[in-house]
């Protein structure tokens, strides 16, 4: 397979930009081919712009959420697993305890309160 790496930030800028003006380029080529032949429909032309903008800002709305995420509502009963907390869960179960066990990643940001909370009583309850 071809693979062109492109490390060098002047060919990768050059070929950006190559890539951009193209269809803008074809487009004008197209324009100037159309003048000589006989007159350009625009009514037709800007209805056509017209569907397929409407058709990407569609896939774009689409694209931008996630499936899964909708019409789901958590049981009504899960309220009391998270009380006196306001917190809760998209669907009102448990969050897993991997989850909440994962020390070392909270680590990497949060190194102060990390070590404020390895010293502290519930910290030093896990180990036993």
Same mark, same amino acid.
């Given at each position: 397979?071809?693979?062109?790496?492109?490390?060098?930030?002047?060919?990768? %800028?050059?070929?950006?930009?190559?890539?951009?003006? +193209?269809?803008?380029?074809? *487009?004008?080529? $197209?324009?100037?081919?159309? =003048? /000589?032949?006989?007159?350009?429909?625009?009514?037709?032309?800007?209805?056509?712009?017209?569907?397929?903008?409407?058709?990407?800002?569609?896939?774009?709305?689409?694209? %931008?959420?996630?499936?899964?995420?909708?019409?789901? +509502?958590?049981?009504?009963? *899960?309220?009391? $697993?998270?009380?006196?907390? =306001? /917190?809760?869960?998209?669907?009102?179960?448990?969050?897993?305890?991997?989850?909440?066990?994962?020390?070392?990643?909270?680590?990497?940001?949060?190194?102060?309160?990390?070590?404020?909370?390895?010293?502290?009583?519930?910290?030093?309850?896990?180990?036993?």
């Amino acid at each position: 397979m071809f693979g062109l790496d492109l490390r060098n930030p002047s060919a990768r %800028s050059a070929t950006y930009w190559l890539h951009v003006a +193209a269809p803008l380029v074809a *487009g004008w080529l $197209y324009w100037l081919h159309r =003048l /000589a032949g006989p007159p350009i429909k625009w009514r037709v032309g800007l209805a056509y712009v017209g569907i397929v903008g409407a058709a990407v800002a569609t896939m774009v709305c689409l694209h %931008s959420q996630d499936p899964r995420k909708w019409n789901v +509502a958590g049981p009504a009963e *899960g309220e009391q $697993y998270f009380q006196p907390s =306001l /917190a809760r869960t998209s669907t009102g179960n448990f969050i897993p305890a991997d989850t909440l066990m994962m020390d070392d990643y909270c680590q990497k940001c949060h190194h102060d309160v990390h070590a404020g909370w390895s010293q502290s009583a519930p910290s030093l309850q896990l180990v036993q």
